[in-house]
Every structure is written in structure tokens, then in C-alpha cells.
């Protein structure tokens, strides 16, 4: 589908270079990934403030495990006036930096890059999902049930890795009848999901009646 896409924007004489060098990362084959740096090589070459590549740039290196060269990668974007035209590559941009920080345990930065997202995008759910995720790790359960509910709300309660999140704070937050409530609903979409079932929905039950 990708290369199709691909060679229907070639013929209309549109430059798929940041495209090819996606599709290169995403099969994350280390031959692929040497490929796609050199491409975006080439591009950074020609323009250095090229933003979409380098965001792509950057996750090529975090693909390669090359971290601290890929946030070097992102500060730049960061650094960089806000363009429309790529607000989706700024938002990657800043999701990224998010995600390190968070592993960093650095979540006041993670929260100003999440909330650069919301700020031109509300209705982005892995921001939301991150925002859950650290005050999930700050242990403000009902704060973090909040956040995973909106980003369960907008992947239309489909998203089975964010309800559990979900069900899981509101269990935290002693809200058992939500926990039991968002467990059906994962449930119906995805009967198989025996942690739901057994950890969650059976505990919060056992709560109830005690």
C-alpha cells in the first residue's frame, strides 16, 4: 500500500524521498535503516531546517539505538518556528521527546512536550495515553484515569492496551463499578483477555462486596 502510494505521488513529479525514507525505517532492517540515513543525508544537505527529515532522521537513530544522536535531531525541530504544513512531523517531533523523557523519569519536560501536541492537536491520543502514563507513574491514579478515559473515548473505546490502563487507575483509585464498567466494554471487543477478566473485573468485585 505504502509503495503503491509511493510511485502514484512519483508520477505526479512529487518528491518522495521523506516517504521512501519511511518506508525504508518501518521494515526495521538494519539495511534498510543504512539506506534511509544516507537519503536523509542527502536531504539535510540541500535544506538543514528540513523538519521532516529530521524527525525521521531521529527515529532512524533511535532505531539504531543511537539515542542521544536522534534527541540532537529533535531539538533542532524543537528550536524551529511551528509550520503548518508539517504539523504532523512537530508532533511526532515532540511525542518522541515526550517518550524519552518519561523513560528519563524527567516528566515535568515530558509534560511541556505533551502539552505542545494538545496545544495544535487535542484530539491526539498517544499524547493523552502519555499524559495517563505519567501520572500513572507519579501514582495520582484518578488524574491519570482521566487522561486514559479521553484517549479510550477517542480511539472510540477500541484500544485494548489504553482501557486497560484505564480500568487498572480506576481500580487504583477505588472506583470499582467504572473498572468493572470499562472491563465489559474491552470484553466485548476482545473476549480473550483473561487480565482484564481475573485481575481487574474479579477484584473490583470482590471490593464491592466487601
Known sequence: MAREL????????????????????ATG???SLNLAEKQLKALLQKNKEYVPALVVYALCKFLKK???????FLKK???SDFQLENAHYYEKAWLMMADAFIAQRDFNSATQ???KVLQHN???VKAQEYMGLIKEKEKDHYTAAQHYKVAFEMSNNKNPSV???LAFNYMKAQ??????????QILKVYPDFPQVRNELMAKARQQIRA
Open 6 to 25: 509511493i510511485e502514484d505521488l512519483a508520477q505526479k513529479n512529487v518528491d518522495t524521498t521523506i516517504f521512501e525514507c519511511q518506508a525504508l525505517i
Open 29 to 31: 532492517a538494519g539495511d
Open 66 to 72: 543511537q539515542q542521544s544522536q536522534g534527541i540532537e
Open 77 to 79: 525541530v524543537a528550536h
Open 113 to 115: 512536550e505533551l502539552n
Open 122 to 124: 487535542k484530539s491526539n
Open 163 to 165: 482501557g486497560y490502563r
Open 175 to 184: 472506583k470499582y463499578t467504572d473498572t468493572i464498567d470499562i472491563g465489559r
